[in-house]
């Protein structure tokens, strides 16, 4: 081979692989016996092996056989909290041995103990505890991650949060995407000046940490125990007029027409959604505002309201997936497994859980540049031990992912198995 030639050459080709590539409207965009080609980061080349335009050899430096091994684009967790203080394991082993949540409140518990937890970490101590989380998340083949501040509700500690959350994406080499929600909870030096915590947030707080290149988009929690529809539209306000993306936490526990709220603004996404109604839908479907359902949630709060799936089809609201990643109500550490929790407890199908997790969740983050896989798309994807897109869905547990790649650069391996678990 010629010095130009390999110049010309891709970095590295895989082939016999069966591709999920989720770019059109086919199966999971199946393509059996493919080839994808990564150069410079990108995609370059991705179809039918038997559609090479040369021989393998020929075309790439690094040329690889999957023997069958499935290929989807890199996972997009694009709802977490994943930087905090602490965690709540005592207050959960409490519970179940009869405390009540008004004994555990009582006792400085619940969210309060995330503040003060995140708030007493140094920076090295948050960083350090969250990246064995954001771990677990890469290892399970997450590629993309969110990250909201939250639990330091005041300047110092929300930019603590926002930073170690950077952080984390440069450690890992992986993308992280953040959002400041300041507007989480009341924090309680200021239980009785709810305005002036608000003013705080809207005033000071987001303009500082937006000016510091910190916040990607900015998020509240609109419910009962959190921030009124009039709170959360004075937040989205100031956020528009710095011209950054909103999305809320809406309709979890209860109906306040949040979703109706963020769509107006054109949000990215509303998330929960347990109690979204029709007309939310509407505003949803007419705004391009993704759903992005919280199956961990869900479950740890033992909810059994369900979140309104077949109108969202109706409706066309693309569904996204995500772990919620948190202490308090979703401890939820792999993507697959909220992707299995949103076809057992949601009735989605394997297909819209995991375009849930890919192609809906790039777009509930305003990134479209992956979650699909096709040429020009950014090189991040996954190769797992697994043969059908449907066993991401089924298996619960266990290390599917056999290699991870971001930008087309190789962050995560374990040794691979020819086969799937259900090989013998
Ligand atoms: N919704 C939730 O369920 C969590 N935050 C939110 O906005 C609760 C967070 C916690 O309990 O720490
Ligand atoms: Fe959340």
């Not at 799936?309 to 948190?326: F, S, W």
């Amino acid at each position: 081979v010629s010095a130009d030639m390999s110049e010309t050459r891709w970095d590295r080709l895989l082939l016999n692989a069966t591709l999920a590539t989720f770019a059109g409207d086919a199966p999971y965009g199946l393509i059996e016996r493919g080839a994808i080609a990564l150069h410079h980061g990108r995609i370059a080349w991705i179809g039918r092996m038997e559609a090479l335009p040369d021989a393998p050899d020929m075309l790439a430096s690094a040329v690889e056989s999957l023997d069958g091994a499935l290929v989807t684009p890199g996972l997009i967790d694009c709802h977490t909290h994943l930087v905090f203080g602490g965690d709540r394991a005592n207050e959960f082993d409490l519970r179940l041995n009869g405390a009540s949540y008004e004994e555990i409140a009582r006792a400085g518990g619940g969210i309060v103990s995330s503040v003060n937890a995140t708030r007493a970490a140094s920076e090295e101590q948050l960083f350090a505890q969250s990246l064995q989380r954001a771990r677990a998340l890469l290892a399970d083949g997450v590629t993309t991650l969110e990250i909201k501040s939250g639990y330091g509700l005041d300047l110092e500690s929300e930019r603590r949060m926002l930073r170690v959350a950077r952080r984390l994406g440069r450690e890992l080499g992986i993308s992280v995407r953040t959002s400041f929600l300041g507007l989480h909870a009341l924090p309680p030096e200021y239980s009785d000046r709810r305005a002036d915590y608000v003013a705080l947030v809207c005033d000071e707080m987001l303009p500082a940490l937006a000016a510091e290149g910190l916040v990607d988009a900015v998020d509240a929690f609109c419910e009962g125990i959190g921030f009124t529809r009039e709170e959360t539209r004075r937040l989205f306000e100031r956020a528009k007029q710095l011209g950054l993306p909103v999305k809320l936490h809406a309709e979890q526990l209860s109906d306040l027409d949040g979703a109706a709220l963020v769509a107006e603004y054109a949000g990215l996404s509303a998330d929960h959604l347990e109690h979204l109604g029709e007309s939310g839908i509407r505003a949803m479907a007419g705004a391009g505002t993704v759903a992005v359902l919280l199956p961990g949630a869900f479950y740890a709060l033992r909810e059994t309201r369900l979140p309104p799936v077949a109108l969202l089809r109706e409706h066309r609201v693309p569904i996204a997936v995500a772990t919620d990643c948190n202490p308090g109500t979703s401890p939820l550490l792999s993507l697959r497994l909220a992707a299995g929790m949103a076809c057992t407890l949601f009735r989605l199908t394997p297909e819209e859980a995991l375009r849930g997790v890919t192609v809906n969740a790039a777009r509930s983050l305003g990134l479209s540049d992956r979650g699909t896989l096709a040429a020009g798309q950014r090189a991040d994807l996954v190769v797992w031990n697994a043969g059908r897109p449907a066993e991401l869905c089924y298996w619960i547990g266990g290390s599917l992912a056999r290699k991870v790649y971001v930008a087309g650069e190789l962050v995560s391996r374990r040794k691979p198995s020819r086969r799937s678990p259900s090989a013998s």
